[in-house]
């Protein structure tokens, strides 16, 4: 698939997240999904996921924090996959491309460590774009209320079987 992405502004550096990085980020966090975001049947699973930090990154324009995408290592029926999200960028910081190369470079981490699926609950318009499908991902039961056409996945192994069945612990 040909991916078109906004080009990286020079100052951007994209960093794996980092313990001192924790404050800022749930400060962006709240600005950007407000009080409601751990409601979501996401925040479900990663109560059941192990943090996989070496796959989260932030984006930084020097010491400025313009987005965040977390990653968590949890487990669909029998199959591994790898669970995104949140994913925010704030919101003057918006349609410059920053939000694309997070998800691209958290999937790229994924995908070289040997993770065979990424998983998450977002809008298809906007994750389509980097291969993410909600037909690969009608069997994933997500642990509450959610529009099954928003839960969609996206294979980084070839051959990987699809995921299908509850969440559960790696
Ligand atoms: C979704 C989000 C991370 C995108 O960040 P970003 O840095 O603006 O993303 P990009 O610059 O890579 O892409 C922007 C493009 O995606 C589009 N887009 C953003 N959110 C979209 C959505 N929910 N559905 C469809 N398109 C969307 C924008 O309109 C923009 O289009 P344009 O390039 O034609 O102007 C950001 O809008 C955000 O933080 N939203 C609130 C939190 C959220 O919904 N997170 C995703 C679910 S976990």
């Known amino acids: 698939m ?5 080009p990286p502004s020079p100052s951007l550096v994209l960093k794996s997240e980092e313990i001192a990085d924790a404050a800022a980020i749930e400060a962006l966090l709240d600005r950007a999904f407000g009080p409601g975001r751990f409601v979501k049947s ?3 699973v990663r109560e059941i996921a192990d943090f996989a930090p070496e796959l989260s990154f932030c984006a930084f324009d020097g010491e400025i924090l313009l987005g965040t995408v977390r990653m968590w290592r949890v487990r669909v029926g029998g199959q591994a996959v790898t669970f995104l999200g949140p994913l925010a960028v704030d919101h003057e910081q918006r349609s410059a491309g920053v939000g694309g190369q997070l998800v691209q470079r958290a999937c790229d981490a994924a995908r070289a460590a040997g993770d065979a699926w990424v998983v998450l609950v977002g809008d298809p318009p906007y994750f389509e774009r980097f291969g993410f499908s909600a037909v690969d991902a009608t069997g994933v039961r997500m642990p509450g ?6 839960v969609l996945a996206l294979r980084l192994q070839a ?9 559960g612990p790696v």
Do not use: L
Not at 2 to 6: E, G, K, P, Y
Not at 145 to 150: L, S
């Open 42 to 44: 996401s925040e479900r």
């Open 159 to 167: 051959g990987a079987p699809v995921p299908a069945g509850e969440f």
């Open 145 to 150: 209320p959610v529009d099954q056409k928003r």
């Open 2 to 6: 040909s991916v078109q992405f906004a």
